[in-house]
C-alpha cells in the first residue's frame, strides 16, 4: 500500500479542534514540517499557542490516532512544542513593553484576597510549563513579590535602565525591590502612576512570553494607569468565595471591561480547608462564591485554591508552592489555572483591536 | 479619520466633527461650569485639523489637533455613538 500525500494527513487533522479558539488545528497554523516518507512514516511538529497548554496530551493523542488510522501509514511522530503569539495581531510591537507578547493583570478590588499569592504561583507555573516569565509588582504600597520570591535585592542598572531581578527563573520587579527595608512609600495619586509606568518603561524587560502584573486593591488610580499604558491581554480576578469578597471582584471586573480589558476569568482563592489533625473540610470563607459570581457576569470560572498553611509558609520563605511543593493540592490547584489562564489568553492573540488611519 | 473596527466595518471622522465632540473637562465642562465648545461659535482651522492620534490601552483614542490640544480621550464607545 502506498503513503498517504501530505494533503491526506492535514485532512484527518482538520478534523481535530481546538476548544478554546473553536477552530480546527490545521486552519490555525498549529500543524509545521510535516514530512510523509515513501515508506508511510509521518512526521509534523504540532505547535501550541501556549506551553501551559490544558489540552496538550489530548492533541497529541488525537493526532497520533487520526493520522495512524489512515491507509498506508506506518509510524506517526509527534513533536510537541509551543510558541505564544502576540496579543491582538499587531502589525507592529507597542512602543511600550515591545519585547513581551502577553500581559496579563492578576487583580481583585478589594485588599487581602491572595492576589500577589495567585500572582506570583501563576507566573511560577506559566515559568514551570517552558514560557518566559515575567512579574511585575504593581503595588506600590505594599509590595510583596520580594518577601514571596525571595528576592530582596537592589536592581543592577544598565544602560540608564533598571535590569529586573531575576528568581525562579522569572524577571521580575517590584517597588519593593526599589525601596527596599521599612521605608513606606508615601505617595500621592499621581506618583503610583508615574511609579507604575517607569517599571514598565525604564525596566530592561526583553522578551517576554508572559508578563504577570500584580495590581494593588482598587479600582482607581493603578489599575486605570496600567489599562491606558499597556493594551492589556486580558484581566484575571481573584476573590475569595464570601460575598463581602465577590461583590467587590464584580466592580473590579466591571471596572476592567469598561476599559475594554477582557476578563479572562475568576479565581476563588482559600476556597476550602482540610484540617491537619480531623481530615476534615473546612470552608471557612464559604464556598462557590466565585464560580456563581462569574455565572452571572458571563466570564469563566478559572478555579479554586485551597487554604493551606504550607501555600503561606512558602510564600513567607521565599520560594512559590508551585515549585517547592509541587505535588500538594494547591500547587496543583495554581497549575491547573495557569493552564486555564493561558489558553484564555491564547484566544486574546487571534483578536484584533480597532486599526485607526489618519489622512 | 478611519477606524477599522473589530468586526471589520469602517467608520469615517472629519477633523471638525471630532472637535466638537471633545469630551475633555474644558471642552465639555465640569462642576456645573459650562465648557468652551457651549460658549464658542466658531473654531479656527488649526483647531479642527488632526494632527496625530494614539492608542490608550485598548478602549480609547487620545486625538491631538494642529493647535496642540490634545486632552481628549475618545473612549470606543464615544466614537462608535458619533457614527449612530
Known amino acids: 500500500m502506498s503513503a498517504p500525500t501530505s494533503q491526506q494527513v492535514l485532512d484527518v487533522l482538520g478534523h481535530i479542534k481546538d476548544p478554546d479558539l473553536g477552530r480546527d488545528v490545521v486552519s490555525l497554523g498549529m500543524i509545521k514540517e510535516l514530512d510523509v516518507s515513501a515508506e508511510g512514516k509521518v512526521t509534523f511538529t504540532f505547535e501550541l499557542t501556549t506551553p501551559a497548554c490544558p489540552v496538550r496530551d489530548r492533541f497529541k493523542s488525537q493526532a497520533e490516532d487520526a493520522v495512524g488510522e489512515l491507509p498506508g501509514v506506518t509510524g506517526v511522530e509527534v513533536r510537541m512544542t509551543a510558541n505564544v503569539r502576540p496579543a491582538f495581531m499587531r502589525p507592529k510591537p507597542s512602543e511600550i513593553l515591545p519585547g513581551v507578547k502577553q500581559t496579563i493583570a492578576v487583580a481583585s478590588g478589594k485588599g487581602g484576597v491572595g492576589k500577589s499569592t495567585v500572582a506570583v504561583n501563576l507566573a511560577a507555573a506559566l515559568r514551570k510549563s517552558g514560557a518566559s516569565v515575567g512579574l511585575l509588582d504593581a503595588d506600590i504600597y505594599g509590595p510583596s513579590v520580594p518577601v514571596m520570591t525571595g528576592s530582596k535585592v537592589v536592581p543592577r542598572q544598565s544602560n540608564g535602565r533598571l535590569l529586573p531581578i531575576d528568581a525562579h527563573g522569572m524577571k521580575l520587579m517590584s517597588f519593593g525591590h526599589i525601596n527596599p527595608g521599612d521605608e513606606p512609600t508615601i505617595y500621592r495619586g499621581p506618583m503610583v502612576g508615574k511609579a507604575i509606568e517607569a517599571m514598565m518603561v525604564q525596566v530592561d524587560w526583553g522578551r517576554l512570553d508572559y508578563l504577570v502584573i500584580d495590581l494593588p486593591p482598587g479600582t482607581g488610580d493603578a489599575s486605570l494607569t496600567l489599562a491606558q499604558a499597556v493594551p492589556l491581554t486580558g484581566v484575571a480576578i481573584v476573590c475569595t468565595p464570601q460575598d463581602v469578597a465577590t461583590d467587590i471582584a464584580v466592580k473590579a471586573l466591571q471596572m476592567f471591561r469598561k476599559l475594554n480589558v477582557t476578563p479572562l476569568g475568576l479565581i476563588e482563592n482559600m476556597s476550602w480547608y482540610v484540617c491537619p489533625s480531623c481530615g476534615h473540610r473546612h470552608e471557612i470563607f464559604s464556598h462557590g462564591g466565585a464560580e456563581s459570581a462569574a455565572k452571572r457576569l458571563g466570564v469563566p470560572f478559572l478555579g479554586a485554591i485551597p487554604l493551606e498553611e504550607s501555600i503561606r509558609e512558602d510564600a513567607d520563605a521565599g520560594t512559590p508552592v508551585v515549585i517547592s511543593r509541587p505535588e500538594s493540592a494547591g500547587a496543583k490547584a495554581f497549575v491547573e489555572i495557569a493552564s486555564q489562564v493561558a489558553a484564555r489568553t491564547s484566544i486574546q492573540s487571534f483578536r484584533q483591536l480597532p486599526v485607526i488611519n489618519v489622512h | ?84
Open chain 2, 1 to 84: 479619520m478611519e477606524i477599522t473596527w473589530e468586526d471589520g466595518s469602517k467608520s469615517t471622522y472629519t477633523g471638525e466633527q471630532l472637535r466638537w465632540a471633545c469630551p475633555c473637562a474644558e471642552c465639555r465642562g465640569e462642576a456645573g461650569m459650562q465648557g468652551r465648545l457651549a460658549r464658542v461659535q466658531t473654531l479656527s482651522p488649526a483647531e479642527l485639523r488632526v494632527r496625530d492620534v494614539t492608542l490608550v490601552g485598548q478602549y480609547a483614542l487620545q486625538i491631538a489637533f494642529e493647535s496642540g490640544h490634545a486632552t481628549g480621550i475618545y473612549t470606543f464607545s464615544l466614537l462608535k455613538r458619533l457614527m449612530a
